[in-house]
């Protein structure tokens, strides 16, 4: 489960990080290009923290009962 959370935070902060590049390199007087690892850094941290709030899943198959 925790892989999948992963990957899908992996995801979405590439997706982010791309948005919030966009403009921001390449061109004249733009950003080194070591801030686009720093903001993907950033962003990565930030959703880490927030997936800690999302609640667990349940898993599939019979409830049992003790």
């Not at 791309?18 to 080194?32: F, T, W």
């Not at 903001?39 to 990565?44: G, I, L, P, S």
Request: no cysteine; net charge negative.
């Amino acid at each position: 489960m925790a892989r999948e959370i992963d990957w899908q935070l992996f995801e979405k902060a590439a997706d982010i990080t791309a948005s919030a590049l966009r403009g921001a390199m390449g061109g004249a007087e733009s950003q080194p290009p070591d801030y686009a690892g720093k903001v993907f850094k950033a962003v990565w941290d930030a959703l880490k923290v927030a997936a800690e709030d999302l609640p667990e899943k349940p898993r599939a198959g019979f409830a049992t009962s003790a």
